[in-house]
């Protein structure tokens, strides 16, 4: 049942309707709008906006002239705008829309307030689960992308040594860490960075690239996606890796599976040749890495780089792989590493190549040191100066150089001679 207040403002309405009738002239338009609330019963209670135009807009021929009296409504000889007032105040009332007369739009009804959107529960539930804190956000981003990186590295050594390479060899391994370099970086890069590496982000901070402050969290953050990774690893070839070992879980030795997580020397290698195998496989991959993100020197679309780093890995470990598996990663080795300690693999994990656990956490980040240098020092710095840095640049010259050597610069700064060293 319609409320007296309701029916009070749907009279009140077409009250209004009424009076601008006479004000009304050919050709013109004006379009009211009221919000009327309903009730039926006890278990409804929306809100209608409805808007309409001009209930009298009809023909020429029914409407005054100008210059002429307009006369009330009610008493007009024709019947046209009461008729139409009627049906406007019937469809108000019943929400009906069967307005057959042209000159009357169907009315819309709007169930949402202005403003509002229909959201799911689950795009509810989702916007409340949002982090605010933008470092967390990074960190997560690290973790999950070093988690897609270790998961389909080291699940393909698993699967090439648990079949004793019947399903899979040597190149398989190379294809695994390179792919799942590729897709970690595409699954975090827009978020953090996609830096999966901590020589990767000590060597950023060290260009002043990344905070400082934000090091330690990263370096967490990637060491607990490795170990998540390898705990994943090692619960979906569980059984593979008892039958293979013979129900052992050992470190070295011809059926060892300690090697499926982390790195360990061959039995020729040093822990001093394992240091320079590592230093130079990181630092050749420092070297690409600053080549392929330094806008001056490629022109390659951005989405294309994640394709092109895991290259980088291919090609790495085709060519450095032998002597101890290229590791390159402090966190992809240290990581799993310290799952396997935990997992029942024991104290042998480190004790393991002359306690070689630490250089897979050391040599990296000297090797990721020593790369960055030697682009910086020998690419980066000798790019042609930017349009954008000219007048610094020509400042620079005029406080610190005679007249004799500004002779390529010429008056004002304003650029260049074709003669300028700075060309």
Not at 6 to 20: C, D, K, M, Y
Not at 36 to 48: A, E, F, L, P, T
Not at 73 to 96: P, R
Request: proline share 5%; with cysteine.
């Amino acid at each position: 049942m319609i409320t007296n207040q309701t029916e009070g403002l749907i009279r009140a309405n077409s009250n209004q309707v009424r009076s601008q009738t006479n004000q009304t002239r050919p050709g013109s338009v004006k379009t009211t709008s009221c919000a009327v609330k309903c009730s039926r019963g006890s278990d409804i209670n929306m809100y209608q906006k409805i808007k309409h135009s001009s209930l009298l807009h009809s023909n020429t021929s029914t409407l005054p002239q100008p210059g002429h009296k307009v006369h009330d409504v009610d008493n007009c000889s024709s019947m046209k705008g009461q008729t139409l007032l009627h049906k406007a105040d019937s469809a108000v009332l019943w929400g009906s829309e069967d307005l057959t007369d042209d000159s009357v739009p169907p009315l819309k009804v709007q169930l949402w307030p202005d403003g509002e959107e229909k959201t799911t529960g689950m795009e509810r539930l989702l916007k409340k689960c949002q982090i605010r804190n933008k470092l967390f956000r990074e960190c997560l981003a690290e973790c999950l992308g070093v988690y897609i990186l270790i998961l389909f590295g080291c699940g393909s050594v698993a699967q090439v040594t648990t079949t004793e390479e019947k399903k899979g060899q040597y190149l398989s391994i190379n294809l695994g860490f390179a792919l799942g370099v590729t897709f970690g970086i595409f699954v975090s890069r827009g978020v953090s960075g996609a830096h999966l590496n901590p020589a990767v982000s000590l060597s950023l901070c060290v260009l002043g690239r990344h905070p400082w402050m934000k090091l330690p969290f990263y370096i967490f953050f990637q060491l607990l996606g490795a170990f998540l990774a390898a705990a994943t690893v090692a619960l979906q070839y569980h059984d593979a890796i008892r039958a293979y070992g013979g129900g052992q879980l050992t470190v070295t030795g011809p059926t060892a599976t300690a090697g499926i997580f982390s790195t360990y020397p061959s039995d020729y290698l040093s822990v001093w040749g394992g240091v320079v195998d590592q230093v130079i496989g990181t630092a050749a991959l420092l070297l690409c890495v600053l080549a392929l993100g330094d806008q001056r020197n490629t022109s390659l679309p951005d989405s294309f780089q994640p394709v092109l780093v895991g290259a980088v890995v291919l090609v790495i470990g085709i060519s450095m792989g032998s002597n101890s598996g290229y590791a390159l990663n402090p966190a992809r080795d240290f990581g799993p590493r310290l799952f396997t300690y935990i997992a029942g693999w024991g104290d042998d994990v480190f004790r393991a190549g002359d306690g070689w656990w630490w250089v897979p956490i050391v040599a990296p980040c000297v090797g990721a040191l020593l790369g960055t240098l030697i682009y910086q020092l020998m690419i980066e710095v000798h790019h042609p100066i930017h349009q954008s840095e000219l007048p610094s640049s020509c400042q620079e010259a005029t406080e610190s150089k005679t007249g004799v050597e500004l002779e390529g610069v010429e008056p004002g700064c304003e650029k260049p001679t074709k003669n300028s060293n700075l060309a």
